[in-house]
């Protein structure tokens, strides 16, 4: 017998693909770019959308050939609308003697996206798998009754945090991160708060009415132009799960 599976579960269970795309691109040679994972976890997202009630809707830099390297999450649950300027990191292979080697210290970079988020929340999203030379930190954070290591697919951790580490080493990093899927509570509450250690007054903050403007105005060409211009952005992408309804376990596999 199959039961309705929670925002939670959904979550967890897209880090779980997420883990498991990149395991399969290394034993056939490839290395999944951040770009690349990104877009993958949105486009799977979007494919799941009519039989789970939830909305993704995307533009891109793909589009207008806009340089931009961060993208814009507009986020609502039934709870909560969150702004967030998100910059993606991935893991190394253990080939490469590094961790998060696309994350430079001395590059300002961490400075930059906060700097660059305005009244958005500046979020980290780390794409994990299972062969980095430090994986096996990946562990806890998972709760019951979440099992095996699959869900640090995708991790976030609050943008000042990792400034304020001047480091790319996971060990340092990870006691900053919480599985994306901790972004809600068990009954799909927000729970951004407690996830990235921010106060409520940044969480309402981030959704400013330019910002809300999107929701009704994401396909309207020429003004999603000029907001990605504006914000210097790679894409926007409005993740709506005010309507989420889950359906059944065996159609999230």
């Known amino acids: 017998m199959t039961a309705s599976i929670t ?11 997420v883990w498991n795309e990149q395991g399969h691109a290394f034993k056939r040679g490839l290395a999944l770019q951040e770009e690349t994972l990104t877009e993958m976890l949105l486009l799977r997202m979007a494919r799941d959308q009519a039989k789970h009630g939830l909305t993704v809707t995307m ?39 590094s961790d998060y080697g696309g994350l430079d210290p001395a590059s300002g970079q961490s400075g930059k996206l906060i700097a660059n988020a305005r009244t958005c929340i500046p979020l980290y999203v780390f794409f994990n798998h299972d062969h980095g030379s430090n994986s096996k930190l990946l562990h806890g954070g998972g709760e019951y009754p979440f099992r095996g290591r699959s869900y640090w697919g995708c ?6 945090k990792v400034e304020a580490e001047k480091s790319n080493v996971l060990s340092k990093l990870k006691k900053h991160m919480k599985p994306w899927h901790r972004l ?18 940044e969480a309402e903050r981030s959704m400013p009415q330019d910002r809300r403007d999107v929701f009704e105005r994401i396909r309207e060409r020429d003004f999603m132009s000029l907001y990605i211009i504006e914000r210097d952005l790679a894409g926007v992408a409005i993740l709506d799960f005010s309507d989420f309804r889950g359906d059944r376990c065996s159609a999230l596999i």
């Open 59 to 97: 533009f891109n830099k793909t589009e207008e050939g806009i340089n931009g390297a961060d993208w814009e999450w507009i986020v609502r649950t039934p709870w909560c609308d969150l702004g967030l300027r998100v910059q993606a990191k991935r893991l190394y292979h253990s080939s490469k003697g």
């Open 7 to 17: 925002l939670r579960d959904y979550l967890r269970r897209r880090a779980a693909w």
């Open 184 to 201: 809600v509570t068990s009954s799909g509450k927000c729970a951004a708060k407690s996830a990235l250690g921010i106060d409520l007054g």
């Open 155 to 160: 991790s976030v951790a609050c943008a000042k």
